[in-house]
């Protein structure tokens, strides 16, 4: 491989991550709207009932799941960018995203047996 090759290729995952993280960003906005524009219109008081309500549709679990998961995806390419461009070690490189990788999942799949009640 060349230089330029390599280059080319690595632009080209930038902008894959830049993009990643602007299509996830505004996941993030528009699921935080809809949870503020429920809240606003609730009637009764802001407790576990109001929430539980909001969560009790189907829909709005899948989508949540949906949102969680982009938050994840957001969170790892934030992630591998700081290490990328910070870490220059590549045994301790691997490790980090190892650990992130992990502790990413581990915190989708305790979100979802809440949000599920497994």
Same mark, same amino acid.
């Given at each position: 491989?060349?230089?330029?090759?390599?280059?080319?290729?690595?632009?080209?995952?930038a902008?894959?991550?830049?993009?990643?993280?602007?299509?996830?960003?505004?996941?993030i906005? *528009? #699921?935080?709207?809809? &949870?503020?524009?429920?809240?606003?219109?609730?009637?009764?008081?802001?407790?576990y009932e @109001? /929430?539980?309500?909001?969560?009790s549709?189907?829909?709005?679990?899948?989508?949540?799941?949906i949102?969680?998961?982009?938050?994840?995806?957001?969170?790892?390419?934030g992630?591998c960018? *700081? #290490?990328?461009?910070? &870490?220059?070690s590549?045994?301790?490189?691997?490790?980090?995203q190892?650990?992130?990788? @992990? /502790?990413?999942?581990?915190?989708?799949?305790?979100?979802?047996?809440?949000?599920?009640k497994?």
């Amino acid at each position: 491989m060349t230089t330029t090759t390599i280059k080319n290729q690595a632009s080209k995952t930038a902008l894959r991550h830049w993009k990643g993280q602007r299509i996830t960003a505004t996941l993030i906005v *528009i #699921f935080t709207l809809l &949870i503020l524009a429920q809240l606003v219109f609730a009637k009764g008081p802001l407790g576990y009932e @109001l /929430w539980a309500g909001i969560f009790s549709p189907t829909w709005m679990r899948l989508l949540t799941v949906i949102v969680v998961l982009g938050i994840a995806w957001h969170a790892w390419l934030g992630m591998c960018e *700081i #290490f990328m461009d910070y &870490i220059k070690s590549a045994g301790l490189k691997s490790g980090l995203q190892i650990f992130t990788a @992990l /502790w990413l999942l581990g915190s989708v799949a305790w979100f979802v047996s809440v949000l599920w009640k497994f």
